[in-house]
């Protein structure tokens, strides 16, 4: 009976209403982009990334319409990954419609003669001067209360030692084929792994496949997760086999445009990772085209005509139970600890 009701009052709340107790979670479509918003049973809110600038608002609308629904009005804990116009280019237009707190970055700009990065850090660099701003480094928390969010990576240095529990060795390393490092931003991102309860998530950013080695090899740095929020939208130099079949995720969510991540490659790492129940996805991929996507009551934004901008959805109770929904249909999905 008493499971009935948890359960009863999880559905609900992914319906709308949010128990006291439970984690929000909304990967907000930003169309190829990345912006995630957790929002903590205490009420403070974490923004990961504000998706694109331009676009008449497009993003930041969309953010605060999460917010919105998720009841709150202010982002207390601003984490920018890294720079490029998909994940920072979004914050002038977030902050001129809603309140933030404290912004946490990686530091300085590396793509010094990239005129398109040196367009989104330059006005970035301006705002963040006005607020609360931290640099963070790997090991380093985000104090938002009710949730333990551990920075792993930063600036290219990710954490020394396993986190707690972790630091199992990775079999799969023996099998690890290199890529050439991303001498960029992405590899630079910040990665961070959310715990709430029993619940963990990873959410790394735009790293790159050998900043993922340097997580996963030759012991799993970071433990297993519940949730993995897919690392540079499912693109095919991220996502490595050796990262995600460590982390050993139940769900996955894809933050991939319709022509912007979703590779097959990913894809069918993802897919293929052991102990893995659903990947969802916020667009369909037409590079997946039919045997790499999922089935559409799984995908936010199925098609050019049908794209209302919807986000999924993620309510978890601290137990370690969660439901992930799909806004666009409704269609939701409790996985029971
Ligand atoms: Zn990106």
Redesign the pocket.
């Known amino acids: 009976m008493l499971i009935r009701i948890l359960l009863g009052s999880l559905l609900l709340g992914a319906a709308g209403l949010l128990p006291a107790q439970a984690l929000h979670v909304y990967a907000i479509d930003v169309e190829g ?2 912006s995630t918003l957790y929002v903590s049973p205490s009420g403070e809110t974490m923004l990961v990334d504000t998706g694109y600038a331009g676009n008449n608002n497009r993003d930041a609308n969309r953010i605060a319409a999460a917010a919105k629904a998720a009841g709150v009005k202010r982002i207390d804990y601003l984490v920018v990954t890294h720079y ?1 116009g ?2 920072a280019g979004g914050v002038p237009q977030l902050a001129a419609q809603m309140p933030i707190g404290k912004i946490y970055d990686h530091g300085d700009n590396i793509e010094k003669t990239n005129q398109k990065t040196i367009a989104v850090f330059e006005p970035f660099a301006a705002l963040r001067a006005k607020y609360p701003h931290q640099t963070v480094q790997p090991g380093d928390v985000i104090p938002i209360k009710g949730l333990d969010v551990r920075i792993v990576a930063a600036a290219g240095d990710s954490i020394a030692k396993p986190l707690p529990g972790a630091g199992q060795p990775n079999p799969l390393c023996s099998t690890y084929e290199a890529l050439p490092p991303d001498p960029g931003e ?1 590899a630079r991102s910040l990665a961070m792994i959310i715990t709430f309860g029993n619940l963990r998530i990873s959410d790394l950013g ?1 790293l790159f496949w050998d900043k993922e080695y340097d997580l996963a090899c030759p012991v799993n740095k970071l433990g297993i997760v519940d949730i993995y929020m897919t690392t ?2 499912g693109t095919a130099t991220s996502s490595s086999p050796q990262i995600v079949h460590a982390l050993h995720p139940r769900v996955a969510i894809m933050n991939n445009g319709a022509s912007k991540g979703g590779s097959a490659k990913a894809w069918t790492t993802i897919e293929t990772s052991p102990g893995l129940e659903d990947l969802w996805q916020l667009h369909y991929s037409n590079e997946g085209g039919k045997d790499h996507n999922v089935k559409e009551k799984f995908i936010a934004n199925p098609s050019a005509e049908n794209d209302g901008g919807y986000a999924i959805e993620v309510l978890a109770h601290p137990g370690g139970s969660f439901v992930v929904r799909n806004n666009r249909n409704g269609f939701e999905k409790n996985y029971r600890k």
């Open positions: 982009g990345k490029h998909d994940h992405n735009d540079h939208h």
